[in-house]
């Protein structure tokens, strides 16, 4: 009788090895469509190239692009590299085996046993602390996620369609590839919704230094005006959640305000609306940031170069029944810097009782950003026949042929509008990490850029900056029917914006730079007093309700 067979030991993993970065060539671009033609897998690349890609998992599909040339340099020489982005479609899902449905919550954390995950074990690979999603940042188990990662969207799973991207559907995959090749190419490598690339944007123009995270080696030199210290938010500063977050909030937020018609606004026809171009992002390349922590201060006198949150009285300001407030608070409340230089622009002298300061050196940490995508943004509206030295009445009319222009361009020009305003969201975004999410109290994140305080200070900036122009258009007698955020809407005689826009004192220009305005809709008086009956800020709903584009 035969002995009997000893059990084999299982062969150990095949770790896959992610290249140093010195050396590193990016002749292939940032980015590959993977798709299968009946053959096996190509890959589209941004520039209209297409290569194969012998492989049919995802080890090997990793394994590959470590060897391709793909990547993108640092946008700063002083920074980091960003990492490929491989766009997996539902027929490259079928070639490598992968389920062309988004995993569930359960699935989605990153030590669960989802066959994405279990492949990406066999070679000492996992995601981040984000675990699975429409996107996805890969890195080997022991390297640094930071400078060794290769990055996954998968369409099926929600990417560039279905999330904030918006992009034309049915797209074939040299058509998609060169789409977000053109926003790699004019902002950065895509590596989540526009809102999260906006973020990174800032740290890639802004790049601290940074050192490996296991061998300790000086990988970017950073500059000095980076974000390198993680701060704590002061308790009024602290979103809700926040372990810190006090019961006093930042009183700062948008206008969201409406009336009903006076007599003889009512006798006027038509209700136009118009939407001031991005109006977080407009004059944010002004603001002054500090990386220093917020210190508490009793009494101080008010410096507008001083950036903090003041616990002080606005409320002497007495708005007119016909125009929104200036300051969203009544009596003692917190207000960030720009409110306060707003209230003292109107002739208030505010006394704080107490102030949360940052004392440190300070630096106008949005100016390139604000420059980089300002541009990006510009290129695109020239590749839809929109040029900021139109006149008026010719830009109106291309605005008006726009919804004819080519469905790509204009999905890049929302995208690009979503990079410039959402990525200030991402600064007081409470943890996505499923370990994190379920905490009923979280701690502030390990990453420098995390600022609640900046948050509130650009939406002081762009509530002062509208309520200015308001307040200056009310001059000639125009004033508004009802406000949100950037979205303004006026009585008029006549269907034409150019009635509010012509008159002597108004400080609101047709155009398309940040801080300038566009039309939106045009509706009957008849509309907006329904409207008022039904307790609906109008403005409110056309701004959701119609495409900015």
Wanted: proline share 12%.
């Amino acid at each position: 009788m035969p002995a009997p067979r000893t059990a084999q030991p299982s062969p150990p993993p095949r770790h896959l090895h992610y290249p140093a970065a010195r050396g590193r060539h990016y002749s292939d671009g940032p980015l590959a469509v993977l798709a299968a033609n009946g053959t096996g897998l190509l890959a589209h690349l941004a520039d209209g190239r297409v290569r194969p890609c012998s492989v049919s998992d995802l080890p090997g599909l990793l394994e590959w692009t470590l060897r391709a040339p793909l990547g993108a340099a640092p946008i700063r020489p002083e920074g980091l590299p960003s990492g490929p982005l491989l766009v997996l479609t539902p027929t490259a899902l079928n070639q490598l085996g992968l389920p062309t449905e988004a995993p569930d919550q359960a699935h989605r954390h990153p030590r669960s046993d989802h066959i994405l995950l279990n492949q990406l074990r066999t070679i000492g690979w996992q995601t981040d602390d984000h675990g699975l999603g429409p996107w996805m940042r890969l890195h080997p188990t022991t390297g640094d996620p930071a400078c060794e990662s290769i990055h996954l969207a998968v369409t099926t799973w929600g990417a560039l369609y279905e999330d904030a991207w918006q992009l034309p559907d049915g797209l074939p995959p040299a058509q998609l590839a060169a789409a977000i090749g053109q926003y790699a190419d004019l902002v950065r490598t895509p590596t989540g919704e526009p809102s999260t690339c906006g973020h990174l944007l800032m740290s890639d123009l802004r790049p601290p230094e940074h050192r490996h995270a296991v061998t300790r080696a000086l990988l970017a030199r950073g500059v000095p005006s980076a974000l390198t210290t993680r701060t704590d938010p002061a308790p009024c500063e602290a979103p809700p959640g926040h372990q810190l977050a006090g019961e006093d909030t930042l009183a700062d937020t948008d206008i969201d305000w409406w009336r009903p018609p006076t007599r003889q606004e009512a006798s006027r026809p038509h209700v136009v609306c118009f939407a001031v171009n991005l109006h977080h992002f407009a004059d944010s390349n002004n603001m002054r940031v500090s990386d220093a922590p917020a210190q508490h201060v009793y009494h101080p006198a008010f410096d507008p170069k001083s950036p903090g949150s003041w616990l002080v009285d606005l409320s002497a300001n007495g708005p007119s029944s016909l125009l929104p407030p200036a300051f969203a608070s009544n009596g003692l409340a917190w207000h960030t810097t720009p409110a306060l230089a707003y209230a003292t622009l109107r002739g208030l002298k505010p006394q704080p009782v107490r102030a949360w300061l940052r004392l440190g050196k300070t630096s106008p940490y949005f100016d390139p950003w604000y420059k980089r995508v300002r541009l990006a943004r510009l290129a695109v509206l020239e590749s839809l026949g929109l040029n900021i030295d139109l006149d008026a009445p010719d830009l109106l009319a291309a605005l008006r042929d726009l919804p004819r222009a080519n469905r790509v361009q204009r999905a890049l020009l929302n995208a690009l509008d979503a990079t410039a305003q959402d990525a200030f969201t991402i600064l007081d975004q409470p943890p996505a990490q499923p370990d994190q999410a379920r905490l009923t109290s979280w701690p502030t994140p390990d990453d420098p850029t995390w600022r609640p305080d900046l948050r509130a200070a650009v939406t002081a900036n762009a509530r002062a900056n509208v309520h200015r122009k308001l307040s200056r258009t009310a001059r000639d007698g125009h004033f508004p029917l009802a406000v949100a955020g950037g979205h303004i809407l006026y009585a008029t005689r006549t269907p034409d914006l150019t009635e509010i826009t012509e008159a002597p004192s108004c400080d609101f220009r047709i155009g398309l730079s940040p801080g300038q305005i566009r039309p939106v809709a045009v509706r009957p008086m008849h509309w907006y007093q329904a409207q008022c009956t039904d307790n609906t800020n109008a403005a409110r709903a056309l701004k959701t309700s119609i495409a900015s584009w």
